[in-house]
Nanobody, 123 residues
Framework: QVQLVESGGGSVQAGGSLRLSCVVS????????IGWFRQAPGKEREGVAR????????RYADSVKGRFTISQDNSKNTVDLQMNSLTPEDTATYYC????????????????WGQGTQVTVSS
């Protein structure tokens, strides 16, 4: 079993920054991909960024490319999402999730999810 706990959400004005953190615990050896996703009210959950565990290989959604950075700290078992130049369109609940295979940003293939952290960006 894998447990995920997100933190770092909050409210910020457009143009600001936030850093989300996901603490990963449990059977970490089973994890191949760690991803960040978000879901706004009335919208489907969408992939934001993912990193392949221990490889450092990353991929981003086009909507966040150049503004968001995903990183992994193996010493702390955390995966962070640095979010810069935030816009109101980034407002959503952000989730981290893990998967046992080498995946990209399709939510349905991820089998462990955190409880989410709210990000609100005001104009």
């Amino acid at each position: 079993q894998v447990q995920l706990v997100e933190s770092g959400g909050g409210s910020v004005q457009a143009g600001g920054s936030l850093r989300l953190s996901c603490v990963v615990s449990g059977y970490i050896a089973s994890i191949t991909t760690i991803g960040w996703f978000r879901q706004a009210p009335g919208k489907e959950r969408e992939g934001v960024a993912r990193i392949w565990n221990g490889r450092g290989t990353t991929r981003y959604a086009d909507s966040v490319k150049g503004r968001f950075t995903i990183s992994q700290d193996n010493s702390k078992n955390t995966v962070d999402l640095q979010m810069n130049s935030l816009t109101p369109e980034d407002t959503a609940t952000y989730y981290c999730a893990t998967a046992p295979g080498l995946l990209h940003l399709t939510p349905v293939y991820y089998n462990n999810w955190g409880q989410g952290t709210q990000v609100t960006v005001s104009s």
